[in-house]
């Protein structure tokens, strides 16, 4: 497993942007495929994005097309989900997840990935 740790979570208003980073324990974080879910009060966690590891390629929930991006560097170590145009319904706390067996999956289901971050709350004000 992979520790993880998020940040730049906090309160930011309708239509304005918000950048999430995660942090990965391990040098081999290239060859996970990383991704981002969100829960809101009361709801299951849902999956928002995610990136494999070779190639990049990418994956997003319905609602946060063209708003969102998801990036990556593993020189760095890091995932990032830059969030634009923000709504009120983004609202959540958003955790990071990584599949450390494999940097090829497209998984949007939680058991897909084993290794979870501790959250970073997001709140969008109207």
């Known amino acids: 497993q992979v520790q993880l740790v998020e940040s730049g979570g906090g309160l930011v208003q309708a239509g304005g942007p918000l950048r999430l980073s995660c942090a990965a324990s391990?040098?081999?974080?290239?060859?996970?495929?990383m991704a981002w879910f969100s829960q809101a009060p009361g709801k299951v966690r849902e999956f928002v994005t995610m990136?494999?590891?070779?190639?990049?390629?990418?994956l997003y929930t319905d609602s946060v097309k063209g708003r969102f991006t998801i990036s990556r560097d593993n020189a760095k170590n890091t995932v990032y989900l830059q969030m634009n145009n923000m709504k009120p319904e983004d609202t959540a706390v958003y955790y990071c997840?990584?599949?450390?067996?494999?940097?090829?999956?497209?998984?949007?289901?939680?058991?897909?990935?084993?290794?979870w971050g501790q959250g970073t709350q997001v709140t969008v004000s109207s």
């Open positions: 391990v040098r081999t974080l290239s060859r996970s495929s």
């Open positions: 997840a990584a599949d450390s067996t494999s940097g090829f999956s497209r998984g949007t289901e939680v058991e897909r990935y084993d290794s």
């Open positions: 990136i494999t590891g070779p190639g990049c390629r990418t």
